[in-house]
């Protein structure tokens, strides 16, 4: 059975760093196609980053990374404004991408939230 946990969420203020985790079970994070999402309140979700991109709003700030070994896969927030504050979700499916839309994604987390303060 596939399970995604997510981590690292938390309260920051605006200019700071998170890093979140997304450990993988019943799943090599080697061989399939995974990502970030994140729902602001009242939004729908949308695409953050994957191994294929990421969205207009978080280049240059946002970096996502793969621990094969400990089957893991990475979030890295620098530079955190407040409208990044949202839940964040660990997402797995055939492909994950800047065009994949929420109901493509197969396999989602429990979500962790960020909150950044101005």
């Known amino acids: 059975q596939v399970q995604l946990v997510e981590s690292g969420g938390g309260l920051v203020q605006a200019g700071g760093s998170l890093k979140l985790s997304c450990a993988a079970s019943?799943?090599?994070?080697?061989?399939?196609?995974m990502g970030w999402f994140r729902q602001a309140p009242g939004k729908e979700r949308e695409f953050v980053a994957s191994?294929?991109g990421y969205v207009d709003s978080v280049k240059g700030r946002f970096t996502i990374s793969r621990d094969n070994a400990k089957n893991t896969v990475y979030l890295q927030m620098n530079n955190l404004r407040p409208e990044d504050t949202g839940v964040y979700y660990c997402?797995?499916?055939?492909?994950?991408?800047?065009?994949?839309?929420?109901?493509?994604?197969?396999?989602w987390g429990q979500g962790t939230q960020v909150s950044v303060s101005s």
């Open positions: 997402a797995e499916g055939p492909i994950v991408d800047p065009s994949t839309p929420p109901e493509r994604v197969v396999f």
């Open positions: 019943g799943r090599t994070v080697s061989r399939y196609a």
């Open positions: 191994l294929n």
